[in-house]
């Protein structure tokens, strides 16, 4: 069975400084994995998804991720916080495509941004 | 705006009754999944129904059911309600492509019971 583990309940940085949040997976196949933002009183919505193509992914928002396969790594990035970007972050696993694909999520971390 | 509707937004309601939720995918979207969001247990998966058919179970309690009906809308049914149940419960849906495909989430239903 596939699972993420994310660091950490809580980051807190500065606005203009870089956002480092760390997701490390497991899983038996090559793994599909997502970052997924929740803000306040809102559904999730996708940041990024990496599904075996590049290594280095960018989403929305300035995100960026990179898989390390060595490392079972996931972790995501922006170089400049800014206020907007608070708000709670999982990460996500899929061992599978197609009509049977489920995604197993972290328990989320939330970021704050300081002015 | 993700396309996906539930309702109702909250509920407020007493233990041991029942509830049911609603939702209603994105245009389009076969697939519909539950899960389930409180703060001890974070963002569990509970149930995938694809075209009318149950494809995936995960943490869903027997007191809990769901089904996905012809016009492709999913309902929800939790009974015999405890007040560990109070969370919020997200519906996903998302299309069926070869590759995996991205989940487009609602604003969730919160269920508080007293």
């Known amino acids: 069975a596939q699972s993420v583990t994310q660091l950490g309940s809580h980051v807190s940085v500065s606005e203009g400084a870089l956002v480092l949040l760390r997701c490390n997976y497991s899983s038996s196949v090559p793994p599909y994995l997502f970052w997924y933002v929740q803000y306040p009183n809102q559904g999730l919505q996708l940041l990024l998804k990496y599904t075996s193509a590049a290594t280095l992914v960018k989403g929305i928002n300035g995100f960026e991720a990179e898989f390390k396969k060595s490392e079972t790594s996931f972790h995501l990035t922006k170089p400049s916080a800014h206020m907007s970007d608070a708000a709670e972050y999982f990460c996500a696993v899929s061992d599978r495509a197609g009509a049977n694909s489920k995604l197993t999520f972290g328990k989320g971390i939330t970021l704050s941004v300081r002015p | 705006d993700s396309g996906v509707t539930q309702t109702p937004k909250h509920l407020i309601t007493a233990t041991g009754q029942r509830v049911t939720l609603r939702c209603s995918p994105r245009s389009g979207d076969l697939s519909v999944y539950w899960y389930q969001q409180s703060l001890d247990q974070g963002l569990q998966f509970l149930i995938q129904?694809?075209?009318?058919?149950?494809?995936a179970k995960g943490n869903i309690l027997e007191r809990f059911s769901a089904q996905q009906f012809p016009d492709l809308h999913s309902e929800l049914n939790l009974s015999s309600l405890e007040l560990g149940d109070s969370a919020l419960y997200f519906c996903?849906?998302?299309?069926?492509?070869?590759?995996?495909?991205?989940?487009?989430f609602g604003e969730g239903s919160r269920l508080t019971v007293l």
């Open positions: 129904y694809y075209n009318g058919e149950e494809r």
């Open positions: 996903a849906s998302s299309v069926v492509v070869l590759e995996a495909g991205e989940l487009f």
